[in-house]
């Protein structure tokens, strides 16, 4: 499994773009999975997103919530597949109201333009009590602590392991998907987990990440939707914290990072 940072910054970060991951099999450019698409995302997910997957190359998409830093970018995405010859069915996986959001965005953006589509679209709604298998990409769900229901997403290929957060703090059941996960990508918000020990802004921290890396066994973890005043403003600091941690890979990635599971 290959996963692309398309963004990693929380939702107003003028510098970097929303936090949104591309995973895709490891040998070849096509049945990729995109997990969340922000406002900012969109253009960035023409930016690192390997070109045959331009087209009809994505196969799904997944969205852990609907805040608009994780779905307001799918009225252009999907109009710019549209205009880059795409006809093959896409599958919209989302909570409850995803069937009714997408539609009713992208008539706000562009008039007429979700009708016009010349590729079908499904949508699959998504809760904590069923998995999901969507060709050889195996979903799990699990809620994390986050002002509006969010839900974390084990993602699991040819035994290999993902495990993103959305947005949120870890609870019990959301840090469970964590286990041995190859690659955890977790809400990091804050710097020190002091600031909200019980998750009651709705979303992590660095150390609280660190702590969960650790308790769930996971290979690798990567620090996102950081806030900008610690991304921008005290980058020496998360540096630090991040290559003081020898037991578990920490990454601070920028939009366009590959990494290989």
Known sequence: MRVIFIGAGEAFDEHTPNTSLLTLPDSYDADAVLLDCGFTAAAAFFRHAPPKLHADGLAAIYLTHLHGDHFLGLPWLLHRLGED???????????A???EVIPAASEIAYPGS???????????????SHDITLDRWRFRFAPSLHGQPN????????????????DGAPGPQSASLAHN??????DS???????????????????GSIELARKSGSRRLALVHIARCVRHGRREELMRLAESVKDVQVLIPQPGCVLTL
Do not use: N
């Open 189 to 207: 918000y804050f710097l020190e987990k002091d600031k909200d020990p019980d998750g009651a802004s709705g979303h992590g921290s660095a150390e």
């Open 181 to 186: 996960a190859d690659l955890l990508v977790q």
């Open 85 to 95: 010859g795409r006809t093959k069915h896409l599958d919209i996986l989302g909570p």
């Open 114 to 128: 979700f009708a016009r589509l010349p590729f079908p679209v499904g949508f699959v709604e998504v809760s904590p």
């Open 151 to 166: 839900l974390a997403v084990r993602l699991e290929r040819d035994d290999k392991i993902l495990c993103y957060s959305g």
């Open 97 to 99: 109201d995803t069937r």
